[in-house]
């Protein structure tokens, strides 16, 4: 994941220059303040309101439109976190139908200017307090002595888990986040809090589920019947924990419920960028060889445009075997979840059941 | 003389009640005793023609598209939910061209209220068939749109006032929410698909034909039952869109189940808790499909959503004619005192087993019925 090229960003449409903008610089992808990216996405179209020429509700709403659709492309071309285009998407199209309702209500198109104007500030600036009350709303769900099963790197359930530890003692297990390592980045961060964590293999979550009390991860998308789309892998948690009776909950801000309603796996749309990557080889090097050295604890794919850090110093690993041509690879970065293994949903519009999320949907689209 | 006039009075009684439910000979002491009992074919042939069944005193003022309209439903020639609800709501209209208030008349709505829409309504439910819920709401509506008619308007103001409202409501609830629904399910059909319903939905045939017309690579199973056999006009009318079909009857589901993907089923009426209410059989086909993880599509317009709860098949159902249940070996039921023949019409499919809803509104989890 490398940052555009400072030099052709004028090249590109001002709506992406003010995308990028908002975004902040990339310090590190582990910075908890960092800007989301539907959030910054937001800000953007509110810039596009702002500089419109349009003179009709019908004009500045294609205007707006074409503006989603080109952060959208830019999105899935991979250089912007591809995951996450689904939360990029739905914050889009909420945001539109946000203000659409001013239309409804003033008719007359200058003065209904100057309200969705107002109105998009304030949709920002709830979407930007979203992660805070999420954080309130969830934290006393961890008691003192237990221990936390977490999966993927979510700045969300990074600042649940932050607040909670801010008045309960707990422990955290992460798993370890094939094939981005993101696991390994959330383990620095919470160590270095303070909180006693512990990383342990993906195909581990089942050994590990009998000493867990319960499971908290993010979304990437929250669909209409309530299953969630997240990292690959989190549907096997969420079974697994199911199955042993520990609650699996789900932190995620309301701009990330999408108008989705897969029916299976396959039923997803495509995730972009990041479905086109190849597992070049399989890190067969035993456990301990690709232990602890340097700051992050494992060291993944030598693929270059992969997702990790680029500021991770490479352990390469010796050993090493590859992956003859003539095998196929599959390594799709997200999966579907059904509602059926998710317990509880902490959303900023407070903690949800996953058949409350579909009542939300109705309302916020109706 | 008074025993007389007493005895009178009591046959009098009889006549009626045996007028008001025809003595069919379903046994009195089963569960389905609170369901009123079918129209028998057989004891009542000559019933069944027109004339005879507009022969009571309060039928007399009825329209003949009244009358009509009421045989087609007590034969069984207009059979399904939307069909019904059309058919009800063309009747009316045509009925309001020839409506003339008397001249003393006050409130011509409430005149019409009075002597053309609960006549004819109770007459429908009452001696042709029960109702469906999709004619009970649509009936609701349109008393509410007579009701808030202003009370000064004149009588052809009225007329057509009346006309345009049931003419949307047809296009809007009906025509434009089948469209939808077949854009939305559509959207769930990939190629390679082996699609499987049951009986005969017009939801779900003009979404396969509308899937067929943009190019999908599908197969459909028809799935069907006695003694309606609707299954066999869905099939007809498939093979003419050019649709690859395949047909069974129930027995054959659980053999067939293995390569089917997706399962699309109608309804006759929503639940508010999810529930799905629909032709006898449904529920078996839905719960074979969940058992062998297949998701189930149940398509529903939102007018055919109900405010009542049903937690089993028994409380609200309709009894159809026995004596299609017959078969050769079976055709002196009437006479044996210990047994009965049961045709149930409706069943109940739960919530549970549905995998989503197909609306106009959109797919929605079975729980969110309610806040629509």
Redesign the interface.
């Known amino acids: 994941m490398t940052d555009p090229d400072p030099a052709t960003v004028d090249d590109y449409p001002i709506v992406i220059q003010d995308l990028l903008h908002y975004l902040g610089p990339r310090t590190s992808l582990d910075d908890k303040s960092a800007v989301a990216l539907p959030v910054a996405a937001i800000k953007a179209l509110l810039q596009v309101v702002q500089r419109s020429k349009a003179n009709t509700m019908m004009g500045l709403q294609d205007e707006l439109k074409e503006s989603s659709q080109s952060m959208l492309d830019y999105a899935l071309e991979g250089t912007l976190l591809g995951r996450s285009h689904i939360a990029l998407a739905s914050g889009c199209e909420l945001f539109l139908k946000y203000i659409t309702r001013t239309f409804l209500e003033t008719p007359d198109f200058d003065a209904c200017k100057g309200q969705v104007l107002e109105r998009g500030e304030h949709f920002a600036g709830i979407s930007l307090a979203a992660r805070d009350r999420i954080a309130n709303v969830g934290h006393g769900f961890i008691r003192d002595g237990q221990t936390v099963l977490t999966h993927g790197w979510s700045r969300v359930v990074a600042a649940l888990l932050l607040k909670a530890a801010e008045t309960t003692h707990f422990d955290i297990v992460i798993l370890e986040g094939r094939p981005d390592a993101a696991g390994a980045k959330a383990a620095a961060l919470y160590a270095q809090e303070g909180i006693p964590t512990k990383v342990v293999l993906d195909s581990a979550m089942g050994y590990v589920m009998e000493s867990v009390d319960l499971v908290l991860v993010g979304a990437e998308g929250v669909v209409?019947?309530?299953g969630i789309v997240n990292k690959m892998g989190t549907f096997a948690l969420a079974v697994n924990a199911q199955e042993s009776n520990v609650p699996f909950y789900v932190a995620a801000e309301s701009y990330k419920f999408a108008?989705l309603?897969p029916?299976?796996q396959k039923?997803l749309p495509t995730m972009g960028g990041l479905n086109q990557q190849h597992l070049d080889f399989v890190d067969t090097a035993s456990w301990h060889r690709t232990g602890r050295e340097g700051p992050s604890s494992t060291k993944k794919q030598q693929d270059t445009n992969a997702t990790s850090t680029p500021h991770e110093p490479s352990n390469t690993v010796s050993g090493i075997v590859t992956i003859p041509h003539n095998v196929k690879v599959d390594n799709p970065p997200c999966d579907y979840t059904p509602?059926k293994y998710i317990t509880l949903l902490f959303t900023d519009l407070g903690v949800l059941t996953p058949?409350a999320v579909?009542?939300e949907l109705?309302?916020l689209y109706q | 003389q008074q025993q007389q006039q007493q005895q009178q009075q009591q046959s009098k009684k009889e006549e009626s009640q045996k007028d008001a439910h025809p003595p069919s000979k379903t046994k009195s002491e089963s569960i389905f005793s609170h369901l009123p009992p079918a129209r028998d074919m057989d004891e009542y042939e000559e019933g069944f023609s027109g004339a005879s069944l507009g022969t009571k005193q309060q039928h007399k003022d009825l329209h003949p598209r009244v009358l009509e309209l009421g045989l087609l439903y007590a034969s069984g020639q207009i059979r399904g939910g939307n069909a019904r609800c059309r058919a009800m709501l063309e009747c009316f209209s045509d009925v309001l061209e020839d409506y003339q208030p008397p001249q003393d008349c006050r409130d011509i709505r409430a005149h019409l209220d009075q002597h053309i829409l609960k006549p004819s309504f109770s007459y429908w439910a009452e001696d042709c068939r029960p109702h469906s819920v999709s004619m009970g709401n649509a009936f609701t509506f349109l008393k509410s749109a007579v009701a808030s008619l202003d009370r000064d308007m004149s009588l052809e103001e009225i007329i057509t006032v009346l006309q345009e409202t049931t003419k949307a409501y047809v296009q809007e609830r009906l025509d434009f929410a089948d469209q939808v629904i077949s854009d939305f399910a559509s959207t769930k059909i990939v190629d390679g698909d082996v699609i499987l319903t049951y009986a005969h939905s017009s939801v779900v045939e003009s979404l396969l034909k509308s899937a067929a017309s943009s190019e999908k690579k599908f197969r459909v199973v028809v799935a069907d039952s006695r003694p309606l056999l609707e299954g066999k006009t869905l099939l007809k009318s498939l093979r003419e869109a050019g649709i690859e079909c395949c047909y069974i009857l129930l027995n054959s589901l659980s053999y067939i189940m293995q390569d089917v993907t997706k399962v699309f089923l109608g309804a006759s009426a929503l639940m508010s808790d999810g529930s799905v209410l629909s032709r006898v059989g449904t529920a078996c086909v839905a719960l074979l499909a969940q058992s062998s993880n297949k998701t189930v599509l149940v398509c529903c317009e939102t007018y055919k959503m109900s405010n009542r709860v049903q937690l089993e098949s028994i409380t609200g159902n309709e009894l159809g004619s026995p004596q299609f249940v017959v078969s050769k070996d079976l055709q002196g039921f009437r006479d044996q005192k210990n047994l009965m023949l049961l045709n149930l019409l409706y069943d109940l499919t739960p919530s549970n087993v549905v995998s989503g809803i197909v609306t106009e509104m959109g797919i929605l989890p079975p729980t969110s019925v309610a806040v629509l």
């Open positions: 209409e019947n309530g108008r309603y029916l299976h039923d509602a058949s579909s009542d109705i309302r």
